[in-house]
């Protein structure tokens, strides 16, 4: 069973422990992961439900219009609020106060472990990707939506950044996957993790560290703290300041983090 596995023969859940309803313009860019690996094994589980809503059919003219030029001027479309808060008003109906309604949009809040967390929490999500130059404002006063984006970064539109939303929640719901994998991954702890290794014991000259071969469990368990601690200073320094850190840790992050002794810092100008 591998990490983000769980067993297969868990009885069928009666009521989702989260269910998600996504609304997007084109239902065929998120249909796809939906249908495989863990998304999939936890939905046939009965611990997760999705649903995907296509924004046109909320529309009410014979072109299905969703998106108009913006006032004010400037380039591209902006997607109309009318049908979009009507699709989600009428999908959620009675659940819409209960709901956690989440836009994804790139000047939104940024999405991280801990904003995964919460939203693993809630019975209901719904997910809306934005499209175009943007989203009409009114949308997310209208809905108290929440604006959440996974980078710093622009996508040609809301549903890839939705599926990983999805996903990162999904996974965190109990009994999607194994407890001890999320309690050991990347960010559970304020830190990235530690590397890992598999057989062979050796590859192209490249080792197994010895000490993941020692048997020796409370070792190992250092060593893997010593080494996610460096991978974080290296890789993700802004994640230090807020990690959970020893005296002796924030040592170790001090010697990691200061010059050679062969190489002094520059001298001020």
């Avoid at 106060?97 to 989440?102: E, F, Q, S």
Wanted: with cysteine.
């Amino acid at each position: 069973m591998t990490g983000d596995d769980a067993p297969d023969h868990d009885p069928v859940r009666a009521t989702p422990a989260l269910r998600c309803d996504l609304f997007t313009l084109f239902p065929a860019m998120v249909t796809g992961p939906l249908e495989a690996s863990i998304l999939k094994r936890a939905q046939e589980r009965g611990l997760l439900a999705v649903d995907v809503h296509d924004i046109r059919d909320w529309t009410t003219d014979r072109h299905r219009t969703v998106d108009d030029t913006p006032y004010g001027g400037g380039a591209g479309m902006v997607m109309m609020a009318p049908p979009l808060i009507a699709a989600v008003e009428a999908v959620l109906g009675r659940d819409l106060g209960r709901t956690r309604i989440v836009l994804l949009s790139a000047s939104g809040r940024r999405f991280t472990q801990a904003v995964a967390h919460g939203l693993a929490t809630v019975p209901r999500l719904a997910l809306i990707c934005g499209h175009y130059e943007g989203v009409d404002e009114r949308v997310a006063e209208t809905l108290g939506a929440e604006e959440l984006s996974i980078g710093d970064y622009v996508l040609t539109g809301g549903e890839l950044p939705a599926l990983v939303v999805l996903d990162a929640v999904a996974r965190l719901v109990p009994g999607v996957i194994d407890a001890a994998s999320i309690a050991e991954e990347s960010h559970a702890s304020g830190l990235v993790e530690y590397p890992h290794y598999t057989r062979p014991a050796e590859f192209r000259g490249l080792a197994v560290p010895p000490i993941l071969l020692s048997g020796h469990h409370a070792n190992i368990a250092r060593w893997r703290r010593e080494q996610a601690i460096r991978r974080t200073v290296g890789r993700r320094p802004d994640l230090i300041p807020s990690a959970t850190l020893s005296p002796a840790e924030r040592a170790l992050v001090d010697a990691a983090t200061d010059p050679p002794a062969d190489h002094p810092p520059e001298p001020a100008p």
